[in-house]
C-alpha cells in the first residue's frame, strides 16, 4: 500500500509540473502581448 501511495504522489507532482508549466507559458504569451 505505501508503495501505491508513493507512485500515486509522484504521479500528481509530475502532472502539477506539467500543468504549471503550461499556466506559465500561457502567462508569458498573453504578458507579451
Do not use: P
Not at 505505501?2 to 507559458?25: D, E, G, N, P, T
Amino acid at each position: 500500500m505505501k508503495l501505491r501511495c508513493k507512485l500515486l504522489r509522484v504521479c500528481i507532482a509530475l502532472y502539477c509540473s506539467h500543468y504549471y508549466r503550461i499556466m506559465i507559458k500561457r502567462l508569458r504569451h498573453y504578458v507579451e502581448k
